[in-house]
T-cell receptor, first 113, second 114 residues
């Protein structure tokens, strides 16, 4: 059974600092998705990573995928308060077209002034 | 740009009652998914449809749960004889077919069992 673990579960960081969220998964896959969720809101798609070594960047967020290590990272550069949210990684099955996603427990990010 | 729409946003009911939720996906999307999310956890997959066909169901989906997508457009999720443990946020998502297509989520229906 596929298990997805995120690290840390809670992150408090100051504005302007850099930090990385880690997502480890237990079985082979090359389909990794990152989502953002604001309190009381739904999930917003951030990145889709589909191959070993894939790197995608949007603003202050950069996501990467290492399928051999079964690890994805979400790097935050020079954090700003607007990035405060919960971030989820989700892993898709190795075979077939995207269907069931297995989500991590989320990393709650709080950016303080 | 209309996203995924879910109704109602919040449902409060007594234990043992039946409830039904509706999801209207993004109109061009042929895949529709249901997830359940409890406080402090990530969403858990329940089931998904491609057009009107239900292609996969999680073992989380007990006999009390049933989902339909009769014409390949909107979907309903019914829970019969609700239990305390059914209290959660029920999320619907839709996408195009293809593993490079992210799933787009609705705002969810929060179910509270008294």
């Amino acid at each position: 059974e596929l298990k997805v673990e995120q690290n840390p579960l809670f992150l408090s960081m100051q504005e302007g600092k850099n930090y990385t969220i880690y997502c480890n998964y237990s079985t082979t896959s090359d389909r990794l998705y990152w989502y953002r969720q604001d309190p009381g809101k739904s999930l917003e798609s951030l990145f889709v990573l589909l191959s070993n070594g894939a790197v995608k960047q949007e603003g202050r967020l950069m996501a990467s995928l290492d399928t051999k290590a079964r690890l994805s990272t979400l790097h935050i550069t020079a954090a700003v308060h607007d990035l405060s949210a919960t971030y989820f990684c989700a892993v898709g099955p190795l075979t077939g077209t995207a269907s069931k996603l297995t989500f991590g427990t989320g990393t709650r990010l709080q950016v303080t002034l | 740009d209309t996203g995924v729409s879910q109704d109602p946003r919040h449902k409060i009911t007594k234990r043992g009652q039946n409830v039904t939720f509706r999801c209207d996906p993004i109109s061009e999307h042929n895949r529709l998914y249901w997830y359940r999310q409890t406080l402090g956890q990530g969403p858990e997959f329940l089931t998904y449809f491609q057009n009107e066909a239900q292609l996969e169901k999680s073992r989380l989906l007990s006999d009390r749960f049933s989902a339909e997508r009769p014409k390949g457009s909107f979907s309903t999720l019914e829970i019969q004889r609700t239990e305390q443990g059914d209290s959660a946020m029920y999320l619907c998502a839709s996408s195009f077919v293809g593993f490079n297509q992210p799933q787009h989520f609705g705002d969810g229906t929060r179910l509270s069992i008294l």
